[in-house]
């Protein structure tokens, strides 16, 4: 997987994105660019304390303006930019939006210096679940399966 | 882990939430309700039709509506009550929010029955980076590194 000068030139921009929103106080250290056939779409930052939302990283913040932007969430043939390497969650929601590839600067294990727990969460996917540290319990309910089946007659 | 009777009544509301907005119109049949000490905080359902954007997952939608509620983002000792078995990125969420436990209906396998993605994607997290359908690239670049010292030096 080659890297051009306009690799370069939208992850420092995305690094950029990260110093402001760090110096305003919105969040930690953090910016993404989703770059669409070579144009920037949208930019994300995180800006968990700004909005309470923990959520709030900047690779989602990009995917979410970016699919307002275009008015779908079809993101296939896009390049996500992020000055941090994904977290899980963000990971999820490339896959999700179709985000083609990524290019980021800074590793999950640079992230942990600054508290982020991105190391630590991808350790938990490899574990068996009943190992992980957010038990996640399975509880049949035949109306819950109905609703599939609801939805593909409605599709039909 | 046992379950007990308000476990199967919130489970059963987050299935009820699942059919209301399918049948709105809004999204996929997944509902969602996040139960803070017995009580509920917050409800999601799916909505990536009425949104246009496809991270709006149940569980991420009552993740956030419950930090807004709250005014913070910290979830320790809520429980997720989904439909559906969480995918990925909201896996990630749940990790980042801080919920300890959840409970689902449907599996990952039955919700293939209706195109959704999750056990494709989990199956991504399994994979060596180079393996994986969305390639990230690491691109180091110093100016990203100095932005977790400049981080540091701000919190101390």
């Known amino acids: ?12 921009r995305a690094v950029d994105i990260s110093y402001d929103h760090m ?24 800006s ?4 309470k939302d923990p959520t709030a990283h900047a690779e989602l913040m990009a995917i979410r303006r970016a ?10 043939g896009s390049t996500l930019y992020a000055s941090g390497e994904p977290c899980p969650m ?28 991105t190391e630590i969460i991808y350790e938990e996917y490899l574990k068996p679940e009943a190992e992980r540290a957010i038990p996640c319990i399975h509880v049949p309910m035949p109306e819950a399966s109905a609703a ?9």
């Open 90 to 117: 963000c990971l999820g929601a490339m896959y999700l939006a179709g985000v083609s590839r990524c290019v980021y600067a800074t590793t999950r294990q640079e992230a942990s210096r600054i508290g982020a727990q």
């Open 48 to 51: 968990i304390f700004a909005s």
């Open 67 to 76: 699919c307002k932007v275009l008015g779908h969430g079809d993101l296939t």
């Open 23 to 46: 110096r305003s106080g919105e969040g930690r250290p953090f910016g993404a660019i989703l770059v669409m056939k070579g144009k920037p779409v949208a930019e994300g930052w995180n």
């Open 148 to 156: 599939f089946d609801e939805w593909l007659a409605k599709a039909r």
């Open 1 to 12: 997987m080659t890297i051009d000068s306009s690799d370069h030139g939208f992850l420092k």
